[in-house]
């Protein structure tokens, strides 16, 4: 018998114990006919979650490779958590991939500076980094901090020298193109210095889209067993201050975690979203009941009511900057919201990773 037949036979015994037990609860069906003890009345719940598993949510840049390849993993048996950080690997290797990793666009110093974070539900336990240089896979440290210390979060050289010990090599991860876009922004920045800037028609074609820009890279997901996993890995805002942590390692803003929930994350603008707390509320949404789709719409509509400040808001008093979430559910459901209209998130189950519309909040 192979391991597969197994696993079917134990699914199909605990969904029949799980039907019975569920008739029992609804009222189709007593306890005593179906011969279900009490005991039994806390597997419809693992039912409805092992139903629904594996299903993946993310980031629209998890689309081209991650999670192809965290979801064949996990098919392998490989555990969730270590295929999902896995797939985050792929888009941090991409030096075309300019938010996150090789090729991140860089801090105002020129140097690409990196945070990320995981966490897993079955345990409740979480690992990031923030601020750590030259080690192109932050996600994978952040699962090490998770796994092999008593901490949640390392920071700048505490969090290099911790890779470093644990096997990470240091590298240069500006990329040619990336040091263009810098040295533009730099010389942009007054002309009352003495650096002149390319004229923009000079500039590499990429490097002419790439001002203003954010990202981020997120995923999320569901077991076959009904477990909740997630990652969040970033360069964070383009040319920021050396040492500024966005809201990708924060536990509660760029990402949360809750077994019986859901897990959630985030792109975008940071700061707005640590000040809200966005993926814990998602997930307490979902605790509610609440579509995943309407659960990041409630984390946004928050973002609205705190940005007060001008230089955040347009001339109709809305915000004028991008911030998305995306989000599973315990029973599988997937969904994710913007602040803006127009873009896509990312998801995969049995019929294979797909991007989907994400609808935005305000008009642009
Ligand atoms: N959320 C990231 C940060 O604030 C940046 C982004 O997604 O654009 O660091």
Redesign the pocket.
Known sequence: MSSDEITRRGFLATSAAAAAAAAALSGSGSAAASGTAVDAIAVPDIFVRSAAGPILVGSQNTCKAALGLAWEKHAAGMALLDAIVLGINTVEDDPTDH?VGLGGIPNEDGVVEL?ASVMDGPSGLSGAVASIQNIRNPASVALRVMRYTDHCLLVGPGALRFAKDHGFKEENLLTDDAREAWLYWKATLSDKDDRFPKEVAQLSPDVKNWFGI???VNMGGLDKAGNLYGCTS?S??AFKIPGRV???PIIGA?LYVDNDAGAAG??????A?IITLGSGMVVEALRRGAHPTDACKEALERVVRFTRAKHLVRADGKPDFQLKFYAVDKTGRTGSFGMFPGEQFAMCDANGPRLQDCPGLIGK
């Not at 985030?266 to 700061?271: L, V």
Request: aromatic share 0%.
């Open positions: 938010s945070d954010t990202g981020t970033t964070g805002l966005g809201d990708s760029g985030s792109t975008g603008r940071g700061e979203n």
